[in-house]
């Protein structure tokens, strides 16, 4: 049995013999703005795992952006459109736990906290292969593998290997980023289909991204 397949009968052994336990997502992010290859993720996650529901998690101030440096956009646009997108989906949330928190937002802290919050779930941290390879250096990486189950969406250019136990997830590959969009409503260009439609017409009201 390879490790893939010891980490996923482990993942159905808790799910057997923790039955009234929840079983949750966590997609987080600067959603800057939230665009259709975050949800794809998000659904195509939720249902090969089976989980309860997906909860999308704003970054305050990303790690590795540092302190200094603010997004282009305030947290309250950038939760608003996380909102619009998700509306339609009963298993999608927004969770606020790091925008509340304010500072730095650090991975251990978030879980630590929600764990403290929500002793019954267990959670399932989405992070892309790009991220995976660099696990290492995140802060309170050893403690944190064992809060928290890590799943890996493949990307192309990276292997799927990790010392740390990942739950690998295939999913569709949209080549769609956030910078990508922000350049495209700077130049004045469409950005239809790229971004849920109230999205769209979100950002084109508040001038978004045009400085």
């Avoid at 250096?137 to 990942?166: Q, T």
Wanted: contains cysteine.
């Amino acid at each position: 049995m390879n490790t893939q397949q010891q980490i996923l009968t482990k993942v159905k052994s808790q799910f057997q013999t923790s039955h009234q336990k929840r079983h949750v997502g966590i997609l987080g992010g600067t959603f800057n703005p939230i665009h259709l290859g975050h949800l794809v993720i998000a659904d195509q996650v939720s249902e090969q795992l089976c989980l309860n529901k997906i909860l999308f998690l704003p970054d305050k101030i990303p790690p590795h952006r540092g302190v200094e440096k603010q997004e282009p956009i305030n947290s309250d646009d950038r939760i608003e459109m996380v909102k619009l997108a998700i509306e339609d989906n009963i298993h999608f949330d927004l969770d606020l736990t790091d925008v509340n928190r304010g500072g730095v937002s650090y991975t251990y802290d978030t879980i630590k906290l929600l764990k403290q919050y929500n002793p019954d779930t267990e959670y399932y941290f989405i992070i892309g292969g790009d991220m995976v390879e660099n696990l290492s250096k995140w802060a309170h990486i050893d403690e944190l593998v064992n809060m928290v189950h890590f799943v890996g969406v493949c990307r192309k250019g990276f292997e799927k290997k990790s010392k740390y136990p990942i739950l690998w997830v295939n999913t569709p590959e949209l080549e769609i980023s956030s910078s990508m969009i922000r350049q495209h409503v700077k130049k004045g260009q469409s950005i239809k289909y790229l971004v849920p439609k109230k999205v769209e017409e979100y950002i084109k009201d508040r001038r978004l991204y045009l400085d």
